[in-house]
């Protein structure tokens, strides 16, 4: 017999994530059954268009009224619904006497999670900066009506780089700062109620041959949620630095990882474990605390990684990249849990952290969800009420809405169904 | 004492137990001469049998014949090819994606015809022996194509000024131990950088009976380039060439893609009508002569190799102008990824 060996991937726990690639589409993958689940491409919204490219994206996947927003080419920023991925809101960030959109793309997104508890409106606020570094922050109001919604009713605009790229932009867990770093950009930290800087990043002396490497940073994140004052950041050449606000303006400790440029950071929960991703598809994990790489991922990762996303329950990561997969890799053993081929390079993963399995009967579920569906526009506010989990459903969509819209849980439904009768 | 006993037991059961259910392996065998002896014995066995069989279905395959019924089935060999492991890369035909990702890819203006092909040559720093040759029969198969000395400029500059004089590729033939072993052809403006590794190269003198290339654009055919990587990779090649093949010209030039190795012929070839009965007519130049009017003919198309051969394995794909330090690949060839012998990535 031929000498054959198929790696068997152990399933997934339930996840559902989003993917966005180079031709514009979001794509959803979910993994269904509590354990050994394959992940499928269950949805793909928007048409392929490469001049639609997604560059960044950014969730906000509270329990009620989750948003996703993302950042195309062209200075197009859209707002959509997770979970149907209906469009909510479109912004143009094209700035009047800016320069063209072609050259100053949107590098970094981020909407922000606290907002204004208003039933009848709410409004969000977004963090956008481009690679010349102008970053805005603006607040729009998305109103029930979905088709259409005002738009920014106050922005900030201010440049956080005199010259170089932006090529990396976060913001912390509390949402007060913001971190930039790029190509010739040292890593900026900036209070975002009072708009200043308060700090810079100084770059490590010239080595024993006289040789200096310019600034390049390539990613960077913040190390934990609570605590904004340390942060690592991935550079150009294949360097990791962990940077402390409150002890100097130099890394703390910085380290080396193979030979390709950091293309990816994310953070782990406990505060001191990182996961990088570089050029040429190498994913590990690292003890900030000491520097020590933990371990590296195998799982045949052939292309750069772009993004990684970590859920935030289950010890799940996925990474993404130009290799076309997006795959799922258990932390603690560090092996794949599966791949999934998605057909174009993909540039970011997010995770939508509010997705489980429940096996409900389908007969009981019908006769309401046909009266919810309609009012499900209308009904987005009243279900702010009670917190929802968005649960697997099973009947089929009725009306004309292309993607199956969730089920809500049994008890909102009733109420909810009350509510409209 | 024990032992030979043991080896008589062995011996025994083997004959013994010849059609039963277990067999003594020759490898269980300590003993070399008579574990050779074994081995050959079992090997003579094997080979009867096959040529047994395969007589018998050569028989059976007559009988039908002359009995005018259809003969046999033949089996199918198992090759490698055959049992490839499957691979969900795949390009599929009804792939809407694909067609999308191929218009936005960096090959689409050249092969939609809306700009030519425009190929710059050169090679690593120090070039000698059989490189120039090399060079200077590749700029006789690929049309439109110069050679410009290296010097010693960097590579990244090679590429600004080859964007600045309007190439669309750049080739760059590398060079170890006087044998042009490698090639880097790099998309302009900001293509793809694919690196191959070149070996078995046979120059246009070596090959026997060689014909001499005429300067007819020629066709291209390009074979088995099935999965997403495969069909990219295609379109690279393809892009170095014009689109607008001159069949009258008939010469072409092949890029056959068999376990990740890329084989590249270039032949001119001829349509010629081979009859059973009649005297032999030499077929005309065009493709469309298939309506020949001699009855008996068949008409089959001879082949003369001319100019290189040469295969070329992928090392690496990167996204962007070659740039080693700061690149990102698309993909990268780790031993890791060979999971079996029957996985191919191309």
């Known amino acids: 017999m031929p000498r054959t060996s198929t790696l068997e991937c152990p399933g997934c726990p339930p996840i559902r994530a989003l993917t966005f690639d180079v031709l514009g589409l979001v794509k959803v993958t979910e993994a269904r059954s509590k354990e050994g689940g394959i992940p499928k491409v269950v949805d793909r919204w928007g048409e392929p268009d490469s001049s639609k490219c997604i560059l960044a994206a950014s969730i906000d996947d509270r329990k009620s009224g989750p948003l996703l927003a993302i950042a195309r080419e062209g200075g197009l920023i859209e707002i959509l619904n997770p979970l149907n991925g209906h469009p909510c809101l479109s912004i143009s960030n094209i700035i009047d006497n800016g320069p063209e959109p072609g050259d100053d793309a949107i590098v970094g997104l981020h ?231 998605l057909k174009q390079p993909l540039t970011n993963v997010v995770f939508d952290s509010n997705f489980a399995e429940e096996e409900v009967p389908s007969s009981v579920v019908d006769p309401p969800t046909e009266a919810q569906n309609t009012n499900e526009t209308q009904e987005s506010d009243e279900e702010e009420v009670q917190p929802l989990k968005r649960k697997k459903k099973s009947s089929k969509h009725s009306g004309s809405k292309k993607p199956k819209p969730k089920k809500r849980s049994k008890k909102a439904q009733d109420e909810t169904v009350d509510d409209s009768s | 004492m024990g032992a030979k006993r043991k080896k008589r037991e062995e011996v025994g059961g083997d004959d013994e137990v010849a059609g039963g259910k277990k067999q003594i392996l020759p490898s269980m065998i300590k003993n070399k001469d008579k574990r050779s002896a074994v081995h050959a014995k079992l090997k003579h066995q094997k080979k009867i049998e096959k040529r047994k069989k395969a007589k018998a279905r050569e028989a059976a395959e007559k009988r039908a014949l002359e009995l005018g019924e259809e003969p046999p089935v033949k089996a199918i060999p198992r090759t490698i090819e055959n049992t490839r492991e499957f691979d969900e890369t795949v390009c599929k035909p009804d792939d809407e994606e694909l067609f999308a990702g191929n218009d936005a890819d960096e090959f689409s203006s050249i092969l939609n015809r809306k700009s030519d092909p425009k190929i710059l040559i050169t090679t690593c720093r120090f070039n000698s022996t059989r490189g120039p040759a090399f060079i200077s029969e590749l700029l006789s198969v690929i049309p439109n194509a110069h050679y410009y000395k290296r010097g010693t400029y960097d590579l990244k500059k090679i590429v600004e000024y080859a964007k600045i004089k309007d190439f669309t590729s750049l080739i760059v033939v590398h060079t170890n131990r006087r044998e042009p072993d490698a090639l880097l052809i790099i998309g302009l403006p900001d293509g793809p950088t694919a690196h191959f590794k070149l070996s078995k190269l046979v120059l246009h003198k070596d090959v026997k009976n060689h014909g001499n290339p005429t300067s007819h654009i020629p066709e291209l055919v390009l074979n088995n380039f099935t999965t997403r990587l495969g069909h990219r990779i295609g379109r690279m090649i393809q892009s170095l060439f014009p689109q607008a093949p001159n069949f009258r010209g008939r010469r072409v030039v092949t890029f056959h893609n068999q376990r990740d190795f890329i084989f590249f012929r270039h032949h001119r070839y001829i349509f010629e009508s081979k009859e059973s009965k009649q005297g032999d007519t030499k077929g005309n130049k065009d493709k469309d002569a298939k309506g020949e009017k001699s009855s008996q003919g068949k008409v089959v198309a001879r082949l003369q190799e001319c100019g290189p051969r040469f295969t070329l394995k992928l090392i690496n794909l990167q996204h962007g102008t070659f740039d080693t330090k700061g690149g990102e690949y698309e993909w990268v060839h780790k031993p890791e990824m060979d999971t079996s012998r029957r996985r191919f990535f191309l």
Not at chain 1, 124 to 129: F, N
Not at chain 1, 201 to 218: D, Q
Not at chain 1, 254 to 280: C, H, L, M, W
């Open chain 1, 111 to 341: 909407l922000f999670k606290k907002q204004n508890l208003d039933l009848s409106s709410r409004s969000h606020t977004l963090l956008t900066c481009t690679t010349k570094g102008n970053a805005s922050m603006r607040s729009v109001e998305l109103t029930s009506s979905h088709a259409d919604s005002t738009s920014s009713v106050s922005s900030r605009t201010w440049n956080v780089c005199a010259s170089g790229n932006i090529l990396c932009s976060q913001v912390d867990g509390n949402e007060n700062y913001a971190l930039f770093g790029g190509k010739g950009v040292e890593v900026n930290v900036w209070d975002l109620e009072q708009g200043t800087k308060i700090w810079t990043a100084k770059s490590p002396p010239k080595n024993s041959l006289g040789l200096f490497t310019p600034t390049w940073f390539t990613s960077a994140t913040f190390l934990s949620k609570d605590d904004h004052r340390k942060f690592v950041a991935g550079t150009n050449s294949h360097q990791v630095r962990l940077y402390d606000i409150s002890a100097q303006r130099r890394p703390v400790i910085s380290f080396d990882f193979r030979e390709t440029p950091i293309k990816a950071v994310a953070e782990d929960q406990d505060g001191y474990t990182i996961y990088i991703g570089n050029g040429s598809g190498d994913l590990a994990s690292v003890d900030m605390r000491t520097g020590k790489l933990l371990g590296c991922f195998l799982g045949k990762c052939s292309g750069s990684i772009r993004s990684i996303a970590r859920h935030p329950e289950l010890p799940v990561i996925a990474s993404c990249g130009l290799d076309s997969y997006l795959r799922f890799w258990d932390i603690k053993t560090r092996k794949v849990l599966s791949a999934v081929f």
